[in-house]
């Protein structure tokens, strides 16, 4: 069953924290906000916390032998923190 999505979350916070969003997000392919709904639930899912929201699954694209995710490493195109 898809989860309605209608509601609004503003937040505040520093350039690095913003930037790291946006790395994370980058590498699973998701968006900034989608990014944020992945964290929080696997926080929950971590913590015991109850949600009825199923945890999607990663969008990082799978190697082409055997099916697993290519090693991750320093990106020329990402400065390291």
Do not use: C, N, W
């Not at 944020?36 to 032998?65: D, F, I, K, W």
């Amino acid at each position: 069953m898809p989860r309605f999505k209608d509601e609004t979350l503003s937040i505040r916070t520093s350039a690095d924290i913003k930037q790291l969003l946006r790395q994370a997000a980058e590498l699973e392919r998701r968006s900034v906000a989608s990014m944020v709904e992945v964290l929080v639930l696997e926080y929950a899912r971590q913590h015991g916390l109850p949600t009825s929201a199923p945890l999607p699954p990663s969008r990082r694209p799978a190697a082409a032998a055997g099916g697993v995710a290519p090693a991750q490493g320093p990106s020329p195109h990402r400065p390291s923190l």
